[in-house]
């Protein structure tokens, strides 16, 4: 009883938030309600008894990537009243994507029915909660099992990487750096003389 | 009903006077803290420090703390009033709940889970959100700077804090705090980690905005940064939160490198000595060295934190982590 409780408040947050994100006024709010968003749906995982999956959500998505989502809004400055004007002629495209997701949500339940291997699926079911942890479960799934596509998912990651880097970087001519290993190469000999000084004479 | 109350009921009740001391403790550390920082800065600059309220200036904290309450807290005309209250309860908030997993003796523990270091992570992350939204719900250029910075700034950190945390969980074997206090490792694997605990010491300083890395506040720039505009209860809520954070980002270092609650270089005869003792001991030593640095070190200059946060910290710790995995496998030290 008090999981369902616990469910349906995080679950009620959860689709309030995402719904406040869309329609929110300052686009700021919106991403603070996306990161309520995200971080009441980790606490649906920890009901799961996910709870590696869980603080991984809150650590990546709300510590790492919200964050720098929200410092790139924070820096726009945007007229939102102008953005909102041609916002309805969108709700065609967005209509379609939508009703495009929600048919393939729906048939992943129906396709659980038809397909073979659905069966074998159940029967296998993950290790009892009391016999290992479940970070403990998920690595000895993730560096056996599917070691390929997790090294495959891995360089794709840091191809994006270096991809983004390369494009965004720009090398602007006359930016004066400081380089450390000069400053630290330079010697007293070529930084500083000792001048005899005669007086009435000046140097 | 009954039922309800006897499965729930008395646990929520023990559980919520669990919490109840725990909170009473840390504040009360907290308010100390601010007055040993006060009196260490001022013994090594050879001044006094607080000395009129109380003996030796004890009730300061005190009395600081009545003038926090009494006075008027003001919201700025153009600020975005909810998100700007909002923003120093969060900082608070999180400062406290990360409490429910440190482990401070044997036993004592709220919530004995899983991946309590994992929790730790998480929410010290979260902790940036305090400030960035402080900065910029205030509507103003220097708390607005302040708030940009310090989001960088944790950001940065947080990877090579990270990568820390991986080097002392490979020799551990486990994402259980008491675990990490509990299991037992080769002399060498300690002495392994110790560039680690040095790279922790600084990345805690950068994630908590002390000297010398507190440009966020930066007085002598930015004028106070993220908090310039605040005043009263809701500066007071982020006074605490600082310091509670440093408390518990010396608890953490105490739990991965110094051994938690067990007496230092398990020497049998000091265990008669409460393993809570040892904890809080460890803790002050940590502590201490937050108010050491502060006292002796300059304000880094932006670039020059940037560069020791992904030029240096974040090669050397992944590095580390090579090193550190690749010895365990070959001497067969995995736990």
Redesign the interface.
């Known amino acids: 009883m008090i999981s369902a409780i616990a469910f349906y408040l995080f679950a009620s947050i959860t689709l309030l938030s995402a719904i406040m994100v869309i329609t929110a006024r300052n686009p700021v709010h919106s991403v603070l309600f996306l990161i309520l968003a995200f971080f009441n749906a980790s606490g649906l995982f920890v009901l799961l008894g996910a709870e590696f999956i869980a603080m991984i959500l809150v650590i990546v998505y709300v510590g790492a990537v919200a964050v720098l989502f929200l410092f790139v809004v924070m820096m726009l400055d945007i007229s939102f009243a102008d953005l909102r004007k041609g916002a309805m002629q969108y709700v065609p495209v967005g209509l379609i994507a939508g009703g495009i997701l929600l048919f393939e949500l729906i048939s992943i339940f129906i396709a659980w029915g038809f397909a073979k291997s659905a069966n074998d699926n159940i029967a296998s079911p993950t290790p009892e909660a009391s016999e290992v942890t479940n970070t403990e479960a998920l690595g000895l799934i993730l560096y056996t099992d599917y070691i390929f596509a997790f090294q495959v998912s891995g360089l794709i990651l840091l191809v994006a990487m270096i991809g983004a880097i390369v494009l965004t970087h720009r090398r602007r001519p006359g930016v004066r750096k400081q380089k450390v290993a000069d400053q630290q190469a330079r010697s007293r000999s070529d930084a500083m003389e000792v001048q005899k000084v005669t007086p009435r004479t000046g140097v | 009903m009954v039922e309800?109350w006897d499965n729930?009921g008395l646990q929520a009740l023990f559980m919520l006077l669990h919490i109840g001391i725990l909170i009473g403790v840390i504040l009360g550390a907290v308010a100390y803290y601010t007055y040993a920082e006060r009196k260490v800065l001022a013994l090594m600059q050879r001044r006094q420090g607080p000395m009129m309220v109380g003996p030796f200036g004890l009730l300061q904290p005190i009395a600081d703390g009545m003038k926090l309450l009494s006075k008027e807290t003001i919201i700025p005309a153009q600020a975005?009033g909810p998100?700007f209250v909002v923003a120093p309860m969060i900082t608070f908030t999180l400062a406290l709940i990360a409490w429910a997993v440190i482990p401070v003796n044997a036993q004592w523990v709220l919530a004995d889970?899983?991946?309590g270091i994992?929790?730790l992570?998480?929410v010290s992350?979260?902790g940036?959100?305090g400030v960035?939204?402080a900065g910029?719900a205030s509507n103003s250029k220097y708390a607005?700077l302040g708030?940009?910075r310090s989001?960088?700034q944790m950001?940065s950190y947080?990877v090579s804090m990270?990568l820390v945390i991986v080097c002392v969980l490979l020799c551990v074997g486990s994402?259980n705090l008491t675990q990490i206090v509990t299991v037992e490792r080769p002399f060498w694997v300690d002495l392994m980690l110790f560039p680690m605990f040095i790279v922790f010491l600084v990345s805690i300083l950068a994630e908590t905005n002390r000297a010398p890395f507190d440009l966020p506040e930066g007085e002598s720039e930015i004028t106070g940064g993220f908090m310039v505009e605040y005043s009263a209860m809701t500066f007071a809520l982020f006074f605490l939160g600082e310091y509670a954070n440093m408390i518990l980002m010396s608890a953490m270092t105490v739990i991965l490198f110094l051994g938690g609650w067990l007496p230092p270089f398990e020497i049998e005869a000091l265990s008669i000595v409460p393993g809570v003792v040892w904890f809080a001991l460890k803790t002050c030593l940590i502590m201490f060295f937050f108010l050491w640095t502060r006292a002796t070190f300059p304000r880094y200059r932006y670039?020059?934190l940037m560069?020791l946060g992904w030029k240096i910290f974040l090669p050397f710790t992944l590095f580390w982590v090579i090193v550190v995995s690749g010895s365990l496998i070959y001497f067969e030290a995995l736990p």
């Open positions: 309800l729930y975005n998100v889970i899983n991946v994992l929790y992570f998480a992350s979260m940036v959100y960035i939204m910029w607005f708030g940009l989001a960088s950001v947080e990270g994402l670039d020059q560069r």
